[in-house]
């Protein structure tokens, strides 16, 4: 079966700081990848989607950066947090091969800019 | 017209009654809605998802009714339990929009015992 793993968990970094948030998936080749995140209490923003390795699409303009090195790993990057940063990002993945397939999140990672 | 209207904002609903949430779209290119359950600190999971060629999809205690001329999706708990407090999000994709699906705000639920 498939399994999409997230960390850290939670991440407390400091104005001014880089980020990176690791993703990765297992037991499906070629994957949909994407990057979201969650303020508290509020819907799900679309940050990076990627249909595949070194193909990354952005959905607004913004203070972070994705990357996907490998077919089943997905990065998200800051040189430089921002307060605004603060939230729960979110990744998720879809089967690649045909549209309107759903998407399968992982656990999130809560991070909190000081 | 890629928004995705839903509501209650939130709703609370006794053990054993009926929790219904509701959401509209614009868009008629999308024809495929899913309903996603968060519950806090984890990422949405997948409840149940419908194609606009069904006008009804049942699972279980979860039922999604779907109206393609009034362009509305409704997800339907019967029999709601405590355990299925959680906050809900609808969903809307379609094949001009690839992968990407267009979330509502979502629904906070909370079934008091």
């Known amino acids: 079966s498939q399994t999409i793993h997230q960390w850290p968990a939670t991440l407390v970094q400091p104005v001014g700081s880089p980020l990176s948030l690791e993703c990765t998936v297992e037991?499906?080749?070629?994957?949909?990848l994407y990057w979201y995140r969650q303020a508290a209490g509020r819907g799900l923003q679309l940050l990076f989607y990627?249909?595949?390795?070194?193909?990354i699409s952005s959905e607004v303009p913004q203070n972070l950066s994705a990357s996907r090195p490998q077919d089943r790993q997905f990065i998200l990057s800051s040189k430089k947090l921002l307060l605004s940063d603060s939230g729960f990002y979110l990744c998720?993945?879809?089967?690649?091969?045909?549209?309107?397939?759903?998407?399968?999140f992982g656990d999130g990672t809560r991070l909190s800019i000081l | 017209q890629q928004q995705v209207k839903q509501s209650p904002q939130s709703l609370i609903v006794q053990k054993g009654g009926i929790s219904i949430i509701n959401c509209a779209y614009e868009?008629?290119?999308?024809?495929?809605f899913p309903w996603y359950q968060q519950f806090p600190g984890k990422g949405p999971a997948l409840l149940i998802a419908?194609?606009?060629?069904?006008s009804e999809k049942k699972e279980g205690r979860f039922t999604i009714s779907f109206n393609k001329s009034a362009k509305q999706f409704s997800l339907h708990i019967m029999d709601s339990q405590p355990g299925d407090s959680a906050t809900y999000f609808c969903?809307?994709?379609?094949?001009?929009?690839?992968?990407?699906?267009?979330f509502g705000p979502g629904t906070r639920l909370s079934v008091l015992p």
């Open positions: 998720a993945w879809s089967a690649g091969t045909t549209s309107n397939q759903p998407q399968h």
């Open positions: 037991g499906t080749s070629n994957p949909n």
């Open positions: 990627s249909v595949g390795i070194g193909q």
């Open positions: 868009n008629t290119a999308f024809d495929y």
């Open positions: 419908i194609r606009p060629d069904v």
């Open positions: 969903a809307a994709s379609g094949y001009n929009y690839g992968q990407n699906f267009v």
